[in-house]
């Protein structure tokens, strides 16, 4: 399957946006989906995941309450919803798909199969 995030940009603090994945090759109905962002000199941190239907999802501490991540497998694509941006929050997020039985929740990157090639968020102070 291949991934295409799109969405990010320059935002300010206090902002809001929606980042996207859209999925082509295989139905993204058989994936559990992930976001994770790298901001610069960091590690690839843990941001959002969500079960293949989409009933269940978790969150990193740092982003729960703020962000949303949701699904329409209907249209192959994956979303993040993003508020109450914050400096600390700038970084090249990438949206991932892991297989996994529906119900299965994957917080950890190596258990993720297939990458999308990222899209930078910058917020400003």
């Known amino acids: 399957v291949q991934l295409q995030a799109s969405g990010g940009g320059l935002v300010q603090a206090g902002g809001s946006l929606r980042l996207s994945c859209a999925a082509s090759g295989r139905t993204l109905s058989s994936y559990a989906m992930g976001w994770f962002r790298q901001a610069p000199g960091k590690e690839r941190e843990f941001v959002a995941t969500?079960?293949?239907?989409?009933?269940?999802?978790d969150y990193a501490d740092s982003v729960k309450g703020r962000f949303t991540i949701s699904r329409e497998n209907a249209k192959n694509t994956v979303y993040l919803q993003m508020k109450s941006l914050s400096p600390e929050d700038t970084a090249v997020y990438y949206c991932?798909?892991?297989?996994?039985?529906?119900?299965?929740?994957?917080?950890?990157?190596?258990?993720?199969?297939?990458w999308g090639q990222g899209t930078q968020v910058t917020v400003s102070s």
């Open positions: 991932a798909a892991s297989f996994a039985y529906n119900g299965i929740i994957r917080t950890r990157d190596y258990d993720y199969n297939y």
């Open positions: 969500i079960t293949r239907s989409g009933d269940n999802t």
